[in-house]
């Protein structure tokens, strides 16, 4: 373990509802844009979860190479395979081809690692419809009749574009990254987790440059399904308005898809091969907390502990954190037990919460997010939490309303999932 080993980002992309690329994310945020609006294959439905922040406007083939590969890809992993491309092109991780058709690697292939958090992706029921029809006889569904019918008319690679490894692995394929490739399914936690694993890599010395972020969709239907509405807002005729975390008004969360990709790499290596370093990694924790405990207080503890462990791993001071990037989904008890522990770690900082443009985009939000936090430390802004006019008392914490001048360059991001897992990193930029 090279425990003096600094860890920096080089690089990062993003996906996202409001906007793809750097740029165009940080603009939305900063304009207070919301991704949120009605679920075009729904708007004609009574489904009560109608709304949702999807990506629009994106084009896989503009990131993903080789192009074949878009066959045997769902959405989410489109959306990882595009942000690692933006990370590694910010990165100076492309490879270059001489003259003579030789292809020079920056990195050596061997020394690059992927670690993304993930999930078991959701097939759209349109896409099988025809098939589970061929098992229907007198509107009644005959299981026996799945092989003999229904495996003939299913794509041979089909269950490749769902697997939750996949992501991970045609990322590497695409970075020529050969050494470890990791895939985390914990939830919305799971971006967090793995940029933290990505760190420990570098640290133990296992990998220079790792490629490591998360990706993920809320909002299919299948996935609505099984997961229940009793968390979503039901503000459904006001798309734009219903993402409202720490808000009195709030009343569930959105759901939405997106990915985030950083490169993080040893400060020794990035400065030997010439790369920008955007921030650096200073500390972390990762805890869990029983999700079946009632009442909330071991969750608000764990919390707490995980703010105050990341920030002690970091060597830093409650007074050293220019803002804190809250999980805050607009979830009533979940947005005012995190409230509540930023305010006894934490006082009176500001803190931001992105879910507010864009809702819960499952294993991609933390990254997503972190990666707002990273934008408004290098750029020196903090952008606004958007639907946010009715302050809760029980929400005891200074939230951002609108852009404000960052007075310390540094983030604390918190993440956490329904299955328990809570996460928390600090970056910070050298002045």
């Avoid at 220079?208 to 997961?227: C, F, I, W």
């Avoid at 968390?231 to 798309?239: E, F, G, R, V, W």
């Avoid at 909330?296 to 105050?308: Q, Y």
Wanted: charged share 20%.
């Amino acid at each position: 373990m090279k425990s003096d080993c600094e860890v920096v980002v080089t690089g990062m992309g993003v996906v996202s509802p409001i906007g793809i690329g750097q740029d165009e994310f940080y603009a939305a945020l900063m304009e207070g844009r919301s991704g949120v609006g009605v679920i075009e294959s729904f708007e004609n439905t009574d489904l009560p979860m109608r709304i949702g922040a999807p990506v629009r406007n994106f084009e896989a083939k503009q990131y993903v190479k080789p192009r074949k590969a878009l066959k045997i890809m769902c959405e989410p992993i489109k959306f990882g395979c595009a942000a690692a491309a933006m990370a590694t092109e910010q990165a100076g991780l492309t490879a270059t081809v001489n003259e003579d058709g030789s292809t020079v690697q920056p990195v050596s292939p061997d020394r690059i690692a992927t670690v993304l958090g993930t999930e078991t992706f959701f097939a759209d029921p349109a896409e099988v419809a025809r098939v589970f029809r061929s098992c229907i006889v007198d509107s009644d569904y005959q299981h026996d009749r799945w092989g003999e019918f229904a495996m003939r008319q299913i794509q041979p690679l089909w269950m490749l574009k769902y697997l939750p490894n996949m992501a991970a692995s045609h990322i590497s394929i695409a970075a020529d990254a050969r050494g470890p490739s990791n895939s985390i399914c914990q939830g919305a936690a799971s971006g967090l987790l793995a940029i933290i694993e990505a760190a420990s890599l570098i640290k133990r010395g296992v990998a220079d440059v790792v490629l490591a972020g998360g990706t993920g969709s809320q909002m299919a239907l299948t996935a609505m399904l099984y997961r229940g509405t009793d968390l979503l807002s039901k503000n459904i005729h006001a798309p734009a308005a219903a993402s409202r975390p720490f808000d009195a008004k709030r009343d569930g969360m959105v759901v939405g898809e997106g990915a985030g990709v950083m490169v993080l790499e040893s400060k020794e290596h990035a400065i030997k091969r010439g790369a920008n370093i955007i921030a650096t990694f200073k500390g972390w924790s990762r805890l869990f907390s029983d999700p079946t405990a009632s009442g909330g207080k071991e969750k608000e503890a764990a919390i707490e502990s995980s703010l105050a462990l990341a920030i002690a791993d970091a060597r830093m001071e409650a007074g050293d954190i220019g803002v804190v990037n809250a999980s805050a989904s607009g979830v009533i008890d979940e947005d005012q037990l995190e409230a509540q522990a930023i305010r006894a770690v934490l006082g009176d900082v500001p803190v931001a919460a992105h879910k507010s443009n864009f809702g819960n985009l499952g294993p991609g939000t933390s990254v997503v997010e972190l990666i707002g936090g990273l934008l408004a430390i290098d750029r020196g802004n903090i952008p606004p939490t958007i639907n946010f006019s009715d302050a809760d008392p029980n929400c005891p914490v200074n939230v951002v309303s609108k852009p404000v001048e960052l007075a310390r360059p540094s983030v604390i991001k918190t993440g956490f999932s329904a299955t328990g897992q809570i996460a928390s990193v600090v970056f910070s930029k050298e002045k």
